[in-house]
């Protein structure tokens, strides 16, 4: 139980386009989700906290009208990278949080490997 | 200072051996505690929690928190090749928001 897929794992697009990555929770639901960044090497960078059918809190730095984020269900949240600039390359993770679980309890997604040229 | 240390290592141990892996941080409304592995180019995966202090056993695996000092560790016991991986501890106040540590690169050698 508990798992958490993305799509794409790993997409290639060219700078000034947009690019779309779908988190989804396969078998429980998920009031939050959160969006993470990670460089290599380095750790998880929270971006946003996502909640379903409310506006998405971005962390400090996190440019909203770049990284726009919707959580239209209980199992589905996207993230799109608008614009893409090669400085957007970096590996995109989320992570759920059942809506039934304890506050601790985040599961994340494969991750999805963006590059941008 | 950050929220979370870790030091990333590298740090490679023969099979069987026993890891010591640990984190410092400095809020002292931490009360969710992770451990996470996480394998190359994939996502993290939950290995352990506690809630405020102590310490939980779970097969091989055992997680302590020590909040009089800030410090919590992660033991493997009879370490594998399987293990080797990175293990990043995670920390919490609410539950709502999580901080990471670095990750700690781990090498288990056949």
């Known amino acids: 139980g508990a798992v958490v897929s993305q799509h794409p794992s790993w997409v290639i697009c060219k700078s000034g386009t947009s690019v779309k990555i779908e988190c989804r929770s396969l078998d429980f639901q998920a009031t939050t989700m959160f969006w993470y960044r990670q460089f290599p090497k380095q750790s998880l960078m929270l971006m946003a906290t996502s909640n379903e059918g409310s506006k998405a809190t971005y962390e400090q730095g996190v440019e909203k009208d770049k990284f726009l984020i919707n959580h239209a269900s209980l199992t589905l949240s996207t993230l799109t990278v608008t614009s893409a600039h090669p400085e957007d390359s970096s590996f995109y993770i989320c992570?759920?949080?059942?809506?039934?679980?304890?506050?601790?309890?985040?599961?994340f997604g494969p991750g999805t490997r963006l590059t941008v040229t | 200072q950050k929220e979370v240390e870790q030091d990333p290592g590298p740090l490679s141990v023969p099979e069987g051996a026993i890891v010591s892996l640990n984190c410092t941080y400095s809020?002292?409304?931490?009360?969710?505690f992770m451990w996470y592995r996480q394998y190359s180019r994939k996502g993290p995966e939950l290995l352990m929690y506690t809630y405020s202090s102590g310490n939980k056993e779970d097969g091989r695996f055992t997680a302590q928190v020590d909040k009089s000092s800030k410090y919590i560790s992660l033991f493997i016991r009879d370490s594998q090749p399987s293990d080797s991986a990175t293990y990043l501890c995670?920390?919490?106040?609410?539950?709502?928001?999580?901080?990471f540590g670095t990750g700690t690169s781990l090498t288990v050698i056949p």
């Open positions: 995670a920390m919490s106040a609410t539950g709502n928001q999580f901080y």
């Open positions: 809020n002292s409304a931490f009360q969710y």
């Open positions: 992570s759920a949080s059942p809506t039934s679980g304890s506050r601790y309890e985040q599961y």
